[in-house]
């Protein structure tokens, strides 16, 4: 069983960066690949950004490329996003998603349990 603990949310106004970081616990990281889901208020969850269990290979929704960034580090167990030149429509509870040896989908095998992030205009 994984367990995915996030941090980092918070309120910022628009135009600003915060770091999101998702430990993870239970499992072999190294073996998942890692995602990013939001969920705002009314509204699906979506996915924002995934990086592949092997390669690192990042995949970014298009209302966030060029301003998010993700990234993993195994020897930490964490995977991070880095968001800049947020939007007050980038608000949202965003979630940590890990699925074993498969890029994240809509179905991911293991949820974290979200972190706020608010963007004030």
């Known amino acids: 069983q994984v367990q995915l603990v996030e941090s980092g949310g918070g309120l910022v106004q628009a135009g600003g960066s915060l770091k999101l970081s998702c430990v993870a616990s239970g499992g072999t990281f190294s073996s998942y690949g890692m995602g990013w889901f939001r969920q705002a208020p009314g509204k699906e969850r979506e996915l924002v950004a995934r990086?592949?269990?092997?390669?690192?290979?990042?995949y970014y929704a298009d209302s966030v490329k060029g301003r998010f960034t993700i990234a993993r580090d195994n020897a930490k167990n964490t995977v991070y996003l880095q968001m800049n030149s947020l939007k007050p429509e980038d608000t949202a509870v965003y979630y940590c998603?890990?699925?074993?040896?498969?890029?994240?989908?809509?179905?991911?095998?293991?949820w974290g349990q979200g972190t706020q992030v608010t963007v004030s205009s």
């Open positions: 998603a890990a699925s074993y040896k498969t890029e994240v989908a809509r179905t991911p095998n293991y």
């Open positions: 990086i592949s269990w092997l390669r690192a290979i990042t």
